[in-house]
Antibody
């Protein structure tokens, strides 16, 4: 079955750019059936959706991250990536990638619940 | 910036029924499906309920979801020790561009 695996530096300095990748195995990231998402969770706190990408290259981002976030796809390597610029200590969190099936609801495309998650990777900004 | 409100905690003894509420607004729960995730300690979240009341394959029928107006609920019947976890509701929010919002989370304790 499909598995997701996050990777990237565990320590990032303030003001620098956090870069993570999510490798997809057991399935193709080029499938037209899924959105690919990033979510984060500060220690002891709740979940926060960062954004998603579709195979067309279309992205949606949480406005809370304003222009700091970029999500991209690399179909040749079957992975997608997260870049978060100008990080501060508030960006310290466990970062998860997740798959979300794409459905149509009353003629509008939408996600259908994040059904596959990576194990998460801890990023500390210090 | 959770816009979906959940009680911080809930508890019950084995075999009991526990219900968790999730309160939102017309731009999220009021106009979109609700999703529920279970997060066991130290693990990634797991999809428990989709489309407000559907269970993915493998999720026990002890878990059920419902939605009414701008609120939703997750019920756990026949509570078991392995149900001790954090539970999050979620929904798409139409107030801006596509925005997926999570609830504040509820810690369920099995007494």
């Amino acid at each position: 079955q499909v598995q997701l695996q996050e990777s990237g530096p565990g320590l990032v300095k303030p003001s620098q750019t956090l870069s993570l990748t999510c490798s997809v195995s057991g399935g193709s990231i080029s499938s037209r059936s899924y959105y690919w998402n990033w979510i984060r969770q500060p220690a002891g706190k709740g979940l926060e959706w960062i954004g998603r990408i579709y195979i067309s290259g279309s992205t949606n981002y949480n406005p809370s991250f304003k222009s700091r976030v970029t999500i991209s796809l690399d179909t040749s390597k079957n992975l997608f990536s997260l870049k978060l610029s100008s990080v501060t200590a508030a960006d310290t969190a466990v970062y998860y990638c997740a798959r979300d099936p794409r459905i149509t609801i009353f003629g509008v495309y939408s996600g259908d619940g994040m059904d596959v998650w990576g194990q998460g990777t801890t990023v500390t900004v210090s | 910036q959770s816009v979906l409100t959940q009680p911080p905690s809930a508890s019950g003894t084995p075999g009991q029924r526990v219900t968790i509420s999730c309160s939102g607004s017309s731009s999220n729960i009021g106009s979109n499906y609700v999703y529920w995730y279970q997060q066991l300690p130290g693990t990634a979240p797991k999809l428990l309920i989709y489309r407000s009341n559907q269970r993915p394959s493998g999720v026990p029928d002890r878990f059920s979801g419902s939605k009414s107006g701008t609120s939703a609920s997750l019920a756990i019947s026949g509570l078991r020790s392995e149900d001790e976890a954090d539970y999050y509701c979620a929904a798409w929010d139409d107030s801006l561009s596509a925005l997926y919002v999570f609830g504040t989370g509820t810690k369920v304790t099995v007494l």
